[in-house]
């Protein structure tokens, strides 16, 4: 199944960088705009932003993968 890896970097309070990393299905989400638009909203969730310990997100440089296939 195909899907759409989206890395939002983030950085924390002592200047260090980081990824945030989502998965959309391509089922789901046929559009690499629609998975991008659910990234940042989830990115602003409780749980992203606990998961990430309060770093912040650099939504403007968010990057896209796009997958034919689960790799496992």
Do not use: C
Not at 1 to 12: R, S
Not at 60 to 70: F, N
């Amino acid at each position: 199944m195909a899907y759409w890896e989206i890395n939002i970097p983030t950085v924390d309070a002592d200047k260090r960088s980081g990824v945030q990393t989502f998965t959309y299905s391509a089922e789901r989400y046929p559009l690499q705009l629609l998975a991008k638009r659910q990234a940042r909203a989830d990115v602003a969730s409780a749980d992203a932003i606990r998961h990430r310990r309060g770093a912040e997100a650099k939504t403007d440089a968010i990057k896209v993968v796009w997958h034919e296939t689960y790799e496992f």
